[in-house]
């Protein structure tokens, strides 16, 4: 059982560059989440799925978009990256009726 | 909107001493908690949570914590710290039903001295 994959684990950007993390989940969860950490600031929602077919913005989107591709799926795009987004990315999803985070390992971005 | 304040950024406790981690919380209706903890270059491990009942939680690894309404509490405690525990913690709030809104604390980052 995989829980949480997400990838790339590691990815170098220059400045207005775009690129989509991936993140997939093997259990049957219906929300996913995408957070950023930065040090000193915890982590921040970034836009979640509540079900497939659905999302919605959290607390710092500007700057990013999502898909919810189906169930297992939920991706993120940075459409024209700035060194601000320059963080460690999680994708997590929640599990039914527990309020667990299940959390991937983490995605290091590098904007130049 | 619900916030987390975890006043404590980084702490050092020698290994075998008692722990305790603080964190506050704001939040309008009965809030759920949590706390997680973070291996370096991992992902986040839920340590034990609260929804109702006992305020009064045991977590993995020999984690509790104590839900105090009064005082807005929830903190996290051990009695005797393994140096295996050196990782940072952060508290959570949120709701079962409104997900969108698990809100973090920024962290308290634990060392373990030998």
């Known amino acids: 059982n995989a829980g949480v994959t997400q990838t790339p684990k590691f990815q170098v950007l220059k400045t207005g560059q775009s690129m989509t993390l991936q993140c997939a989940q093997d259990?049957?969860?219906?929300?996913m989440y995408w957070y950023r950490q930065d040090p000193g600031m915890g982590l921040r929602l970034i836009y979640y799925?509540?079900?497939?077919?659905?999302?919605d913005k959290g607390e710092v989107p500007n700057g990013y978009n999502v898909s919810r591709l189906n169930k297992r799926e939920f991706s993120l795009r940075l459409e024209s990256a700035a060194p601000s987004q320059t963080s460690v990315y999680f994708c997590?999803?929640?599990?039914?009726?527990?309020?667990?985070?299940?959390f991937g390992e983490g995605s290091r971005l590098t904007v130049l | 909107a619900q916030s987390v304040t975890q006043p404590d950024i980084h702490i050092t406790v020698s290994e075998g001493a008692s722990l305790e981690l603080r964190c506050n919380y704001s939040?309008?209706?009965?809030?759920?908690l949590f706390w997680y903890v973070q291996s370096p270059g991992q992902g986040l491990q839920l340590l034990l949570k609260?929804?109702?009942?006992?305020?009064l939680v045991q977590g993995i690894k020999g984690f509790e914590a104590e839900f105090k309404r009064s005082q807005s509490s929830f903190n996290l405690r051990k009695p005797s710290v393994h140096w295996s525990d050196a990782a940072e913690y952060f508290c959570?709030?949120?709701?079962?039903?409104?997900?969108?809104?698990?809100?973090f604390g920024a962290g308290t980052r634990l060392t373990v001295k030998p």
């Open positions: 997590a999803s929640i599990g039914i009726n527990t309020g667990e985070l299940f």
């Open positions: 259990m049957n969860h219906n929300s």
């Open positions: 959570a709030v949120g709701a079962l039903n409104n997900n969108n809104d698990m809100r």
């Open positions: 609260y929804f109702s009942g006992d305020t």
């Open positions: 939040y309008g209706a009965t809030p759920y």
């Open positions: 799925s509540a079900s497939e077919g659905t999302t």
